[in-house]
């Protein structure tokens, strides 16, 4: 059974960082682009960032680039997210998602979704 489990979300200042983290089991990273969405309250899911199982190569929103990072383990099976420079405005829902082989910022295109943790930017 594929599942995917997020955690490592909490409250942080302004300014800050945290390292989400997505544990993945019944399938291998070999085989499945995985990404990072987060829905704020009151908006749709945003598609964060994605890391391809081919070459690793690595997407990301505007509104995340340079601040955020996508990395993968694939002894753990785990993808990690490193949040620099927290905004307040990155306050929401964080999701980790599985797809096919291609990467995908649009969130219907993910098959397989984790229950997400949430992270909380204020002073």
């Known amino acids: 059974q594929l599942q995917l489990v997020e955690s490592g979300g909490g409250l942080v200042q302004p300014g800050g960082s945290l390292t989400l983290s997505c544990a993945i089991s019944?399938?291998?990273?070999?085989?499945?682009?995985i990404g990072w969405f987060r829905q704020a309250p009151g908006k749709e899911h945003e598609g964060v960032s994605c890391?391809?199982?081919?070459?690793?190569?690595?997407y990301y929103a505007d509104s995340v680039k340079g601040r955020f990072t996508i990395s993968r383990d694939n002894a753990k099976n785990t993808i990690y997210l490193h949040m620099n420079s927290l905004k307040p405005e990155d306050t929401a829902l964080y999701y980790c998602?599985?797809?096919?082989?291609?990467?995908?910022?649009?969130?219907?295109?993910?098959?397989?979704w984790g229950q997400g943790t949430q992270v909380t930017v204020s002073s």
């Open positions: 890391i391809s199982p081919s070459d690793g190569s690595t």
């Open positions: 998602a599985a797809t096919g082989y291609v990467c995908y910022m649009d969130p219907p295109r993910y098959d397989y």
């Open positions: 019944g399938f291998t990273l070999d085989y499945y682009a």
